[in-house]
Every structure is written in structure tokens, then in C-alpha cells.
């Protein structure tokens, strides 16, 4: 059963910093990664997919990895905006539905 | 449509109470997902469907809960005697197929039910 971890659980950063957050996963059977980004009552919204095939993917200010075979990936955050606060959540897909991690509770600071 | 849509957004009713979440997804998606998330806490995989056939049921809580689709297209999730722990928002998503490597997944805004 894929469990996923998501460290840190809560990261407050003063606007302009460049962040990483990190998930793991425990089953490396997967197809592809997903990276989510959920405002306060709101749905989640895709940030990037990236395939098990790939290493990285780029969109904007943020980048992901994946290291499928460690069961490790990261999200970077370039020069971070007040407007990114938020709780990210990265959830690995193989051939059954995704699954979450808790996530990383993300708060910008102007 | 253009994004998946889920609907009443809100909900409150009493305990002992049925109520019924509608799901509509993406049009051409085959795959429907229902998680909920509870206050302060992640997402909690309950059923998902591939066409009409839910091939999971695992993850739904009790028999009180129950979730039907027709057609490939619209889906509802029944919660019969309504208890304050079913209280949460009821998040449904849709993608092409399930799994698959560039299979992105779409979240609704979510269906926010308060059992009171």
C-alpha cells in the first residue's frame, strides 16, 4: 500500500526565498507524480505532472523532481510571492488512485 | 465542461438525514475519484470509478455510504443517516484513465457538508 510523507508539515518564509519541499513515497511503482496546490476552501489545483520517465519538470517559478527509485520528490519554489501561500501536496499515481500526503502548510510573508 | 463541477457547494443538515453530492467531471473522462478531507486533515481516498464500474469500493467509511455513475458522465455519492463525523468536503476528480503516465488529475471545488 503506497504511503506518502510530506516534510516539512508547515514552513513560514519571508517573501523572495527560495524553497524546497519534500515527499516521499513508499511504493516506486508508479506512473507518474503529481503536485498539487490547495487554497483555504478550495479544491486542489494541478501545479505540475511529472512522468516516472522524467527527472524533472518546469513551470514558472516552480520546479519539480522525481527520483522514482528512491521514492523521493521535491518541489522548488524560485523567489517566493505572498500569493504562493498555500498547502502543497504531492501524490504519486500508479495503477490505482492517487494518494495524498498531509502536505506542507506554506505561509509567504510580505 | 470546462472543469469538473460538483454541487450543492454547501450543505447543512440534520444528523439521521440522507443526502446526496452530484459529481459531473470533465467531459471524456473516464475515471471519477470521491476523497474527503476532514478539518485539518489530508485527503481520504473513498471510490472511484473507470466508466460506469467502481472496480474500488475500499475506501468508503460504512455501508452508509454508497456512490453510483451513469452513462460515464455524472456521479453521486449517497450518505444515508447522516452522523457530525461525516461532516467534511467531499472532493470529486476525474482524469482520462486511471493511472497511465500522462494521466493529470482535475479536482473539483468540492461539496462542503456540515451534520449538525
Known amino acids: 500500500k503506497q504511503e506518502v510523507t510530506q516534510i516539512p508539515a508547515a514552513l513560514s518564509v519571508p517573501e523572495g526565498e527560495n524553497l524546497v519541499l519534500n515527499c516521499s513515497f513508499t511504493d516506486s511503482a508508479i506512473y507518474n507524480l503529481q503536485w498539487f496546490r490547495q487554497d483555504p476552501g478550495k479544491g486542489l489545483t494541478s501545479l505540475l505532472l511529472?512522468?516516472?520517465?522524467?527527472r524533472e519538470q518546469t513551470s514558472g517559478r516552480l520546479n519539480a523532481s522525481l527520483d522514482k527509485s528512491s521514492g523521493r520528490s521535491t518541489l522548488y519554489i524560485a523567489a517566493s510571492q505572498p500569493g504562493d501561500s498555500a498547502t502543497y501536496l504531492c501524490a504519486p499515481s500508479g495503477n490505482t488512485p492517487l494518494v495524498f500526503g498531509k502536505g506542507t502548510r506554506l505561509s509567504v510573508i510580505a | 465542461g470546462a472543469g469538473v463541477s460538483q454541487s450543492p457547494s454547501n450543505k447543512v443538515t440534520e444528523k439521521g438525514k440522507d443526502v446526496e453530492l452530484r459529481c459531473d467531471p470533465i467531459s471524456g473522462h473516464t475515471a471519477l475519484y470521491w476523497y474527503r478531507q476532514s478539518l485539518g486533515q489530508g485527503l481520504e481516498f473513498l471510490i472511484y470509478f473507470q466508466g460506469n464500474s467502481a472496480p474500488d469500493k475500499s475506501g468508503l467509511p460504512s455501508d452508509r455510504f454508497s456512490a453510483e455513475r451513469t452513462g460515464g458522465s455524472v456521479s453521486t455519492l449517497t450518505i444515508q443517516r447522516t452522523q457530525q463525523e461525516d461532516s467534511a468536503v467531499y472532493l470529486c476528480?476525474?482524469?482520462?484513465?486511471?493511472?497511465?503516465?500522462?494521466?493529470?488529475?482535475?479536482f473539483g471545488e468540492g461539496s462542503w457538508l456540515t451534520v449538525v
Open positions: 476528480a476525474s482524469s482520462s484513465a486511471v493511472g497511465g503516465a500522462g494521466n493529470t488529475i482535475y
Open positions: 511529472i512522468q516516472s520517465s522524467q
